[in-house]
């Protein structure tokens, strides 16, 4: 059976080193990825109150859940390092993964409205998380505007991904769909400092064909077509797009393969 991390206590789940004082200590101030998440425009003073009401970094070993879906919506989840996926079950059981997110970006925001989760999210790799409860969030919203803005700068940056998921999973065809979907992923990473052109793929290939509503043996076509195209190469889950413009230009729909 699939766990969930418990937030109840200190102790870790079984092949994950406990979080030491320094960790437990570490706040927004020393972050890496503060730039990208709520601390962004906030002075000092103010960051200072932001991590004050940061229960804890927590580890969610790979595999591990964090939330189910059905959950009761307490706090949302800063992704300090790592990689999850979010998925609704089926009444079949069969899963559909509505999204991937990595480190900077915010997880549970869909339980805003609801006050209960509405997919699980899952770990793709050992990773790490901020928790902030949303009551006392809120209430620094009120003290401090700049944090307010930040946070509904997020908010539309979560809906226009939708919208951009909703018209992936539209009319796209499937060479289209494959190609904006390494071009998301290669524009998310570049502004995390990374490599724009050369990433490591956390989720398997069936994975990425059930996001795309695409079956395995499609995707595993493509990355041969895109391979035969010289716009790719590919080692197991490493990605070196070798010619990015032409792969934006398959994206976008202005040039067929």
Known sequence: MTQIVSFRNHSTPSGMPPLSVHD?????????MRELCLPVGLDNDDMVRLDQI?????RVPKGHLLYRAGDPFVSLYAIRLGHFKTYQTHREGTQQITGFLMTGEMLGMDAISSEVHQCDAMALEDSEVCEIPFSQLEQLFSEIPTLLRQFHRMMSHEITREQGVMLLLGSMPADQRFAAFLVNLSSRYAVRGFSAS?????MGREEIGNYLSL???SISRLLSKFKKMEILKVDNRTINITDLPRLRRVAAGTETI
Request: charged share 30%.
């Open 215 to 217: 079956t395995i043996e």
């Open 24 to 32: 437990l200590r570490t706040g927004c101030s020393t972050c890496s």
């Open 198 to 202: 050369s990433f490591h793929l956390r």
């Open 54 to 58: 940061i229960r804890r970094r927590r």
